[in-house]
């Protein structure tokens, strides 16, 4: 059982940044893959990105790439979301996920999710 509770999330304006934070509960963190999906108002959720157990291997969407950064700390069971040049259309709640595939983050699948953090983005 992983319990994830995600931080950081918050209001700023267009341009600025927001790093958010996955703290996991329990001793087998790091063989989990974990990803982060959003979920913007009357939207479906969606990918962000992805990063592997070891932290060796990341995916990004399309939208985000060169602009957000994931990454994750085992010794300290947290995973990172820098996100910079934050845009209007980066407002949604953030969830974070943990699967022990990361194939199945990348197509919207996890087996732990967290309760999400809302991010908005003035322009």
């Known amino acids: 059982q992983v319990q994830l509770v995600e931080s950081g999330g918050g209001l700023v304006q267009a341009g600025g940044s927001l790093r958010l934070s996955c703290a996991a509960s329990?001793?087998?963190?790091?063989?989990?893959?974990m990803g982060w999906f959003r979920q913007a108002p009357g939207k479906g959720r969606e990918f962000v990105t992805s990063i592997s157990w070891s932290g060796g291997s990341t995916y990004y969407a399309d939208s985000v790439k060169g602009r957000f950064t994931i990454s994750r700390d085992n010794a300290k069971n947290t995973m990172y979301l820098q996100m910079n040049s934050l845009k209007p259309e980066d407002t949604a709640v953030y969830y974070c996920a943990a699967d022990r595939d990361q194939w199945r983050l990348r197509v919207g699948l996890g087996d732990y999710w967290g309760q999400g953090t809302q991010v908005t983005v003035s322009s």
């Open positions: 329990g001793r087998t963190f790091s063989t989990y893959a």
